[in-house]
């Protein structure tokens, strides 16, 4: 993996900040606080590239919709191929969730 460079301490923090978050609400929050409007929609627009891929989509179809350039299709394609399995666990774990659960 990757972040495990990173692992330690304050990553960690970080982790736990996050878990401890109880709704939408407080996500918006605290990202809206810790995180610049840029990183945030770079996060956004890779787990919509990756929902968007695992749904076999393609290049094109992905790059018109989302904005996102190849280069970030292609990484984003990496880490569904060998990768940690953090977007398949992610996407599963939504799939399904419906508007009202969302806004929680």
Do not use: P, W
């Amino acid at each position: 993996m990757q972040i495990d460079k990173l692992r330690g301490k304050q990553l960690d923090q970080l982790f736990d900040a996050i878990l401890s978050l109880k709704n939408r609400e407080e996500c918006y929050r605290f990202f809206d606080d810790i995180a610049t409007m840029s990183e945030i929609h770079s996060i956004t627009q890779r787990l919509q590239v990756a929902k968007m891929l695992m749904e076999g989509d393609t290049y094109s179809v992905i790059e018109k919709e989302t904005k996102a350039s190849t280069a970030t299709i292609s990484r984003v394609r990496r880490c569904i191929n060998f990768g940690s399995d953090g977007y398949q666990m992610v996407l599963d774990r939504i799939t399904g969730d419906d508007d009202t659960q969302n806004q929680k």
